[in-house]
């Protein structure tokens, strides 16, 4: 079971979330992370800037990545990535990856799983979910085993990512995204999910059943996963008293 923090709001949600990277790079200063973009993490790396951590040897992976932005567009999740995380933290940019596309649909991942493997593999994965319960840009009906790939994007998935474009034909259609495999092989997954647009698709992901329709529920498979929601996000979880006692009465060795 995924171990699930119910926070007041977002800023608290990103507090805790920066306590977790921090504790790891604390740990190993050459840790590797998952990164996440969109409106989610930005408060976990609001959180993460106070706290001044040498990050300067710590590799990280993007998740995603759009096709047929043009270099150097700003809603491009490189120049995201780039903005939100590696100038405001001070990470040295030739060691944070983040997918791009050959030109070649079948062997487009090849080369970012290979990194990924180089690299040791991800120490912490940060996640967002989607409305349709998308992680990373894995829609409903990716598989569950599903490595580094192109795929297309749903209707309603660009329509939440339009307001960050003039309007939704802006919005690309496809994209390369980490699988639901690559994802599941980081040794500890952190889920982020903030608003009450959220709650549905996280209830589905922690206490659904493991579905390919699903992708977010993936995370049930993974065995060691925290959840970090706010009110709104965990409105509709059915064990969410539990989760609330079991963080209160959280338990630690010694």
């Not at 649909?105 to 090849?110: H, L, Q, V």
């Not at 959840?227 to 996000?233: L, N």
């Amino acid at each position: 079971m995924a171990e699930v923090i119910i926070v007041p709001d977002a800023t608290e949600g990103g507090r805790v979330a920066a306590g977790l990277i921090a504790a790891l790079v604390q740990a190993n200063p050459r840790a590797v992370l998952g990164l996440a973009t969109g409106s989610t993490p930005l408060t976990t790396w609001e959180a993460l800037e106070p706290l001044a951590l040498d990050l300067t040897e710590v590799a990280a992976f993007a998740l995603d990545e759009y096709i047929g932005l043009p270099v150097g567009h700003p809603e491009s999740y490189r120049s995201v990535i780039t903005r939100e995380v590696v100038e405001r933290l001070g990470m040295t940019p030739e060691l944070v990856h983040v997918p791009s596309y050959d030109g070649d649909p079948e062997t487009a991942g090849e080369k970012y799983e290979a990194a990924i493997r180089a690299a040791g593999g991800v120490d912490l994965q940060i996640l967002g979910i989607g409305r349709t319960g998308h992680i990373g840009f894995n829609e409903p009906g990716s598989s569950l085993a599903s490595l580094t790939r192109v795929k297309a994007l749903t209707r309603m998935t660009r329509e939440d990512n339009a307001r960050f474009f003039p309007s939704i034909d802006d919005v690309p259609v496809h994209c390369i995204t980490q699988g639901l495999g690559t994802i599941l092989r980081a040794r500890r997954l952190v889920l982020l999910a903030f608003g009450s647009s959220k709650a549905s698709a996280l209830a589905k992901s922690v206490e659904g059943p493991v579905s390919s329709g699903h992708p977010g529920s993936v995370i049930q498979l993974h065995p060691d996963v925290v959840v970090i929601a706010d009110e709104a996000a965990a409105s509709e979880l059915e064990h969410a008293e539990y989760y609330r006692f079991a963080w209160e009465n959280h338990f630690n060795v010694g």
